[in-house]
């Protein structure tokens, strides 16, 4: 029996909606699944060598921050919300960004970067980890049409 | 003939897009579908017993508010713009958050919260409302693999 | 044999969030996809007959601007960032929301209103685009229960 098969198709590039992506694909490939990935838009900043992802409570009242609108649009707060984020994932055993991404691709995850978006964000190949292949939309819908499971995140 | 099936990801946790997952999830029931939701990072906060869901316009151009951003982000205008778009769903006659949720719950649809974001926000179990059980990533993946509609919102 | 059929439901209405749905759509048209769009919630913007779409860098540390959070408040701004966006589109021959959603239209997309929400927002069937048709959620369900791909955008 061949394995089964998700296309995940990844349009946000912050620090805690790269975890989402990720996460599924990597407990997908450990389940057996074939996976490949579309980054696209944003998303693309989670191909880049050296990621620098960051984080906002702008827009998110879910995440409860106690700390007032106001005060989060002062500068560098931005900067300590996101290395406070970061030292939370850390305590709580949660793997980086870069180990989750490492372990994407050694599982085989199959990694596109969306052609027509990296070059409305002047992006050029060597921006992007080894690995990762241009693909244009007939490319993900040729996946897509084969896959289980499809997510948009 | 067996049951259609919906598995639904639920990541967001404010009050406008709380909506759009249990729409869903109550209308498929109707349907007959069999539906199991995922609650997940930010999504888990709809599974609070007492909720508190807020909404921003920050960031979301697209709800047309008239206010100027900087007015927007002034202490106590999260509060009146939730009260306000609460006010708005009364008035049109849709169901509260709680009512939706409680809708699914009868309908029987499934909950499950995902164990590892939980931990991460430090939720535990009696912060949810009765019904609900930890699932991790494989469990998502049984549902996903046997459903006719899986959705990421 | 019977074309496959892509369904997307369609909930964000801002400059930036309309492109991934719409050039989906289009894409998948022209592979030979029948293609039905459920426009919902802030995605309803999308078929206005005068769009005025914005974009706001607030809350999306992802675009990696380097204007202060705090200035990005300041009255004007947004209407810039949205300019300075648009620019870059037509600089890099990346068409307009228009003319990717009349591209969608010309290639029989099926584009339907979710009414509920529609009365929500205020939105009568003449603010719409002509060939747009409210519908609910079952008939949503219909198209994604015989579709190959689904998915929320």
């Known amino acids: 029996m061949s394995a089964k098969i998700i296309t995940i198709i990844v349009t946000k590039g912050s620090l805690d909606w790269a ?10 490939t450990a389940l057996g699944y074939e996976c490949r990935m579309f980054f696209t838009f ?4 989670l191909l880049k060598r050296n990621l620098r992802l960051q984080a906002s409570p702008l827009g998110n009242p879910a995440l409860g921050s106690r700390v007032p609108v106001l ?3 002062l500068p560098g707060m931005q900067a300590i919300f996101t290395r406070k984020m970061r030292e939370k994932l850390h305590a709580k055993g949660v793997a980086d ?5 490492q372990l994407c691709l050694d599982a085989d995850v199959k990694m596109y970067a969306c052609q027509m978006t990296a070059e409305l964000h002047s992006f050029s190949k060597k921006d992007f980890i080894p690995g990762v292949e241009y693909a244009g939309a007939a490319t993900f819908f040729q996946s897509a049409g084969e896959s ?3 997510l948009f995140t």
Chains 1, 2, 3 share one sequence.
Do not use: H, K, N
Request: glycine share 4%; with cysteine.
């Open 19 to 28: 975890y989402p992506p990720l996460i599924l694909a990597s407990t997908a």
């Open 42 to 45: 944003y998303g693309l900043q």
């Open 71 to 73: 005060i989060q649009t």
């Open 97 to 101: 960004i870069e180990e989750l991404r």
């Open 148 to 150: 289980d499971i499809c």
